[in-house]
Structure formats: structure tokens, C-alpha cells
């Protein structure tokens, strides 16, 4: 089973950037990023299939980017604009394609441990 270690959260004032990044173990198909609020249900930020087609949730386009690193089986979600209602624990998980960019959760096979990220204003 691959595994997944997730890097780079913190805390920035509101504007700021951060940048998250989740190495594989193996191989994977869709990855991408997830996150949960407190009180809140976990969703959908980014994805990217093994086409390396993206997906993004409306609250983040044209603030974050996903990418891959396919040689090192390593993702990315580059953040900037950052606001106060992006803090939440953000999850990377990989997947089936299926469904992938409409980040449909049945199809995750393997979550990580999850990253914090906070914003202030």
C-alpha cells in the first residue's frame, strides 16, 4: 500500500503563501489535496490525475496550483492569497482516476497524516 507523508504547513497572516508538499511511497494514479475546518465537513481543494489534468475547487482558483512530480512521486500545492477561511488540517490522498477531479472521496485509497494550515488577518 502506498504511503503518504505530507510537509509544509504553518502559519502565515493573510496574503501570505505556503507551500504544501506530499511524497508517495509508489506509484500513484489521482492525487490530491483535501482539507478540513473544524465543525466543518472534509472538501475537495486540487487534483490531478495521471494525465495531469487539474481540478480545483472555486474558492481556490487562481490562488493555488497543484502539481507532480512524477520522477519523485512527490505533490504540490503551491498556496498564495492566503485568507483567514483557507485554515484547516489539509490532507493529501491518492486514488483511483475515476471521479478523480470531482474529488470524490469512495475512490481514495490512501490518506496522509495531514498538515495544518493557519491564516490570521
Known amino acids: 500500500q502506498v504511503q503518504l507523508v505530507e510537509s509544509g504547513g504553518g502559519s502565515v497572516q493573510a496574503g501570505g503563501s505556503l507551500r504544501l508538499s506530499c511524497a508517495a511511497s509508489?506509484?500513484?494514479?489521482?492525487m490530491g489535496w483535501f482539507r478540513q475546518a473544524p465543525g466543518k465537513e472534509r472538501e475537495g481543494v486540487a487534483a490531478i490525475d495521471s494525465d495531469g489534468t487539474t481540478s480545483y475547487a472555486d474558492s481556490v482558483k487562481g490562488r493555488f496550483t497543484i502539481s507532480k512530480d512524477n520522477a519523485k512521486n512527490t505533490l504540490f500545492l503551491q498556496m498564495n492569497s492566503l485568507k483567514p477561511e483557507d485554515t484547516a488540517m489539509y490532507y493529501c490522498a491518492e486514488g483511483s482516476d475515476d471521479y478523480c477531479l470531482i474529488f470524490d472521496q469512495a475512490g481514495v485509497y490512501t490518506w496522509g497524516q495531514g498538515t495544518q494550515v493557519t491564516v490570521s488577518s
Open positions: 509508489g506509484y500513484t494514479y489521482c
